[in-house]
């Protein structure tokens, strides 16, 4: 079965410092990643997503993650932190070959910013 | 393009009782998939629903229950309310066949609480 583990439940950064955001995963075949923003009393927004293409992906407001075969990673990153990046972001692998698309999350990581 | 609403926002129950949670998808999108966020957590799969068929289910008990409609809007039902139901359920909708990419677009959910 696949599943992500997010390894911090926490981050703390200040603002224009760089943000990492860590999700190991483990998959019987070659994984669907996501990352999804959440927002306080927002839905979820689709960061970025990897589907076995390039290994490096960018995605929206300056985010990019790279996959990592050999350490079974997906982390995010981003250069510079900005306030309104202070939210809840998930690591996703999708379930596919089910027939159905499923989505496992992690627990999540709390990103918090301070000035 | 209107994206995907659910309603009501929030809503308060009483154990036993029942609840029918309403959801619109985004326009174009005949697949929609039901997640449940309790406090602290990442959401976690209900069920999915393409063409007016439950065709994909998580680990919930029976009294969890849906329906599509021609429309592709959907509802999800919960029978005899526990306090664990307490928590945000989010709607997700997508394009094309039931297998997709794992891209899912949410609405901002409806909080439910259990009393």
């Known amino acids: 079965a696949q599943s992500v583990t997010q390894l911090d439940s926490h981050v703390s950064v200040s603002e224009g410092t760089p943000v990492l955001l860590r999700c190991n995963y483990s998959s019987s075949y070659s994984p669907s990643l996501f990352w999804y923003v959440q927002h306080p009393n927002k839905g979820l927004q689709l960061l970025l997503k990897?589907?076995?293409?390039?290994?490096l992906v960018k995605g929206i407001n300056g985010f990019e993650a790279e996959f990592k075969k050999s350490e079974t990673s997906f982390h995010l990153t981003k250069p510079s932190a900005h306030m309104s990046d202070a939210a809840e972001y998930f690591c996703?692998?999708?379930?596919?070959?089910?027939?159905?698309?499923?989505?496992?999350f992690g627990t999540g990581t709390r990103l918090l910013v301070s000035p | 393009e209107t994206g995907v609403t659910q309603s009501p926002t929030h809503l308060i129950k009483t154990r036993g009782q029942q609840v029918t949670l309403r959801c619109s998808s985004q326009s174009g999108h005949n697949t929609v998939s039901w997640y449940q966020q309790a406090l602290g957590q990442g959401p976690q799969f209900i069920f999915q629903y393409y063409r007016e068929e439950e065709n994909g289910r998580g680990n919930f008990p029976p009294r969890f229950s849906g329906l599509q409609f021609p429309n592709y809007s959907s509802e999800l039902n919960v029978n005899a309310l526990e306090l664990d139901d307490s928590a945000l359920y989010l709607c997700?909708?997508?394009?094309?066949?039931?297998?997709?990419?794992?891209?899912?677009?949410f609405g901002e959910g409806s909080r439910l609480t259990v009393l």
């Open positions: 997700a909708s997508s394009p094309g066949t039931s297998r997709g990419t794992g891209e899912l677009f």
């Open positions: 996703v692998v999708s379930s596919p070959g089910t027939g159905f698309q499923k989505l496992v």
């Open positions: 990897y589907t076995s293409a390039a290994t």
